[in-house]
């Protein structure tokens, strides 16, 4: 089974996030074929730790984060492309959070389950985990 972490999902597995990933996640996660990221959820915590609205101690920054998950989980991360923007517009209006919407896209894409808390994500055709 493949499985997308969203932007949130990471931060939980990382111990980041106040949100704790329920024991079947972590089971999941661990006997995932591949796991995936989005590279728009490096930009989304970019832009909140620029923010002030994202601790990301005892990290550096955002950067040695991402390098830190993309290792230790063995992510692969989700290339963002020209393709993967317009099926992510080609969705139903539920969600109008953008980088939410190319994460759904890329799971269509990939056939691969969701591992979010995000109910709005439901709306859609895809399979999720939380």
Known sequence: MDLILDTCGLLSLAGIADKKLSQDCLSAIQGADRLFV????A???ALKHKRGQLD?????????????CMEQYALTEIQVSAEL???SVRLPDHHADPFDRLIIASAQSLKAQIITYDGLFRKYPVQLMS
Do not use: D, G, V, Y
């Not at 990301?56 to 830190?68: I, Q, V």
């Open 38 to 41: 989005s590279a728009c959820s």
């Open 85 to 87: 923007f317009s099926a």
């Open 56 to 68: 990301l101690k005892p990290f550096l920054n955002h950067e040695t984060f991402w390098e830190a």
């Open 43 to 45: 930009f989304e915590i």
